[in-house]
């Protein structure tokens, strides 16, 4: 299974290897929960992380977007934070929970102390050359946000809700159709991999991640978004999928998607994955 989940042992080895090159590595980013693969990692493997960056004096910029959709289930989340406050930045914004698509509302949480003032004092330096500010109205709706009313706890429970449930079933069609799949823990992607099926596909001229993109929008309509885009081998046979299309079309079925306790029981849902399963059974059909 590919990515998702930091290997300490893999990074203190990196870290060290690059310094012997003559390379200045001093920072690693975490992404809790992952995107393109949609897993969380686990408090244990977080700690484990946190003890090569106090090792290896490394800068921890812990990306924390996902957060607040974690998944059923979802291993307990751990955030660096929590670890080496010392030595973490953790950065977040609304456009994911909220599915604000185009507000990019964005924020970073430096640690305390002298240290961090400093360092906050330099990136805002730095943004005030890229960045202009927030339009008003984004303003408003961070403020409501932030301050965590009730009415959004509970959408975000709904959405979690529904994320799970859909990533759960589409990854169970993955797994049906012979590939390898970490069971997505947060967020609304999942990231298949089709190398265990390679031979069947490539009697079809599928050969690497982007033919096998290709394939899957000309022959069955579905979009994804190959590995490769990702830092991912340009052979592997992944790609990331993104769940979130299968809500509904218009406004009332993402409504309803989003109300249901039981989403999948839903028909414009059921047909969306009825298709989603069709589409990768005749992918890997001999």
């Given at each position: 299974?590919?990515?998702?989940?930091?290997?300490?042992?893999?990074?203190?080895?990196?870290?060290?290897?690059?310094?012997?090159?003559?390379?200045?590595?001093?920072?690693?980013?975490?992404?809790?929960?992952?995107?393109?693969?949609?897993?969380?990692?686990?408090?244990?493997?977080?700690?484990?992380?946190?003890?090569?960056?106090?090792?290896?004096d490394l800068l921890v910029v812990s990306d924390e977007i996902y957060r607040d959709i974690l998944h059923e289930?979802?291993?307990?989340?751990?955030?660096?934070?929590?670890?080496?406050?010392?030595?973490?930045?953790?950065?977040?914004?609304?456009?994911?929970?909220?599915?604000?698509?185009?507000?990019?509302?964005?924020?970073?949480?430096?640690?305390?102390?002298?240290?961090?003032?400093?360092?906050?004092?330099?990136?805002?330096?730095?943004?005030?050359?890229?960045?202009s500010t927030l339009a008003g109205p984004m303003q408003a709706v961070a403020e409501y946000a932030f301050a965590?009313?009730?009415?959004?706890?509970?959408?975000?429970?709904?959405?979690?809700?529904?994320?799970?449930?859909?990533?759960?079933?589409?990854?169970?069609?993955?797994?049906?159709?012979?590939?390898?799949?970490?069971?997505?823990?947060?967020?609304?992607?999942?990231?298949?991999?089709?190398?265990?099926?390679?031979?069947?596909?490539?009697?079809?001229?599928?050969?690497?991640?982007?033919?096998?993109?290709?394939?899957?929008?000309?022959?069955?309509?579905?979009?994804?978004?190959?590995?490769?885009?990702?830092?991912?081998?340009?052979?592997?046979?992944?790609?990331?999928?993104?769940?979130?299309?299968?809500?509904?079309?218009?406004?009332?079925?993402?409504?309803?998607?989003?109300?249901?306790?039981?989403?999948?029981?839903?028909?414009?849902?059921?047909?969306?994955?009825?298709?989603?399963?069709?589409?990768?059974?005749?992918?890997?059909?001999?």
């Amino acid at each position: 299974h590919c990515g998702g989940v930091p290997e300490p042992g893999a990074l203190r080895t990196a870290v060290r290897a690059a310094r012997a090159a003559g390379h200045h590595p001093r920072l690693v980013v975490l992404t809790l929960p992952d995107n393109p693969t949609g897993t969380l990692a686990p408090p244990r493997t977080v700690r484990e992380v946190c003890a090569v960056a106090e090792e290896e004096d490394l800068l921890v910029v812990s990306d924390e977007i996902y957060r607040d959709i974690l998944h059923e289930s979802a291993p307990p989340f751990l955030s660096p934070a929590e670890v080496v406050p010392e030595r973490t930045i953790v950065v977040t914004g609304l456009s994911k929970s909220l599915a604000l698509g185009g507000w990019r509302i964005g924020v970073a949480r430096f640690p305390a102390g002298p240290a961090g003032e400093r360092l906050c004092a330099d990136v805002a330096s730095v943004a005030s050359e890229v960045w202009s500010t927030l339009a008003g109205p984004m303003q408003a709706v961070a403020e409501y946000a932030f301050a965590e009313p009730p009415e959004l706890l509970e959408r975000l429970r709904r959405d979690a809700h529904l994320h799970g449930a859909v990533a759960g079933a589409v990854h169970d069609i993955v797994i049906a159709t012979g590939a390898e799949c970490r069971q997505p823990t947060g967020g609304f992607y999942v990231y298949p991999d089709f190398g265990p099926v390679r031979d069947r596909l490539a009697g079809k001229g599928i050969v690497d991640g982007e033919s096998l993109q290709r394939h899957l929008i000309e022959e069955s309509g579905i979009a994804v978004l190959a590995g490769v885009h990702f830092g991912d081998a340009p052979d592997a046979l992944r790609f990331r999928a993104a769940t979130s299309m299968l809500y509904g079309r218009t406004r009332d079925e993402q409504r309803a998607a989003q109300e249901a306790e039981k989403p999948l029981e839903l028909p414009h849902i059921a047909d969306s994955l009825a298709a989603i399963r069709s589409g990768f059974t005749a992918l890997t059909a001999g």
